[in-house]
């Protein structure tokens, strides 16, 4: 059974920081890629991250660019996100998602907002930041 179990998420003060994990398990970690989705109150999911285990690539959307870090550990098949400098606007329940590699080969696709573009998915963590 494929199970994606995202941990990590709590309050904190704007300025500050959290780690985020997700534990894979069912499935090849490195033959996926995985990423990062966000969904703030009240709006749609956001993009955030992806890591490619295999390849050892990762991509970050603007909003996150400069302060956030994806990495991921093979062995533990455990993918994490390393939020810094947080923002108000940070707030969401941050879900983890993954996506077998050969999906999208030959195109330029490195992660999407839309839960159709991946084969597993998580039950997501809630982050809020506030004073």
């Known amino acids: 059974e494929v199970q994606l179990v995202e941990s990590g998420g709590e309050s904190v003060q704007p300025g500050g920081s959290l780690r985020l994990s997700c534990a894979a398990s069912?499935?090849?970690?490195?033959?996926?890629?995985m990423s990062w989705v966000r969904q703030a109150p009240g709006k749609g999911l956001e993009w955030v991250s992806s890591?490619?285990?295999?390849?050892?690539?990762?991509y970050y959307a603007e909003s996150v660019q400069g302060r956030f870090t994806t990495s991921g550990d093979i062995a533990k098949t455990t993918l994490y996100l390393d939020m810094n400098s947080l923002h108000p606007e940070d707030t969401a329940v941050y879900y983890c998602?993954?996506?077998?590699?050969?999906?999208?080969?030959?195109?330029?696709?490195?992660?999407?907002?839309?839960?159709?573009?991946?084969?597993?998915w998580g039950k997501g963590t809630q982050v809020t930041v506030s004073s």
């Open positions: 890591f490619y285990a295999y390849m050892g690539y990762t």
């Open positions: 998602a993954g996506v077998r590699l050969g999906r999208y080969h030959g195109t330029s696709w490195h992660g999407g907002s839309e839960r159709s573009e991946y084969d597993y």
């Open positions: 069912g499935f090849t970690f490195d033959d996926y890629a």
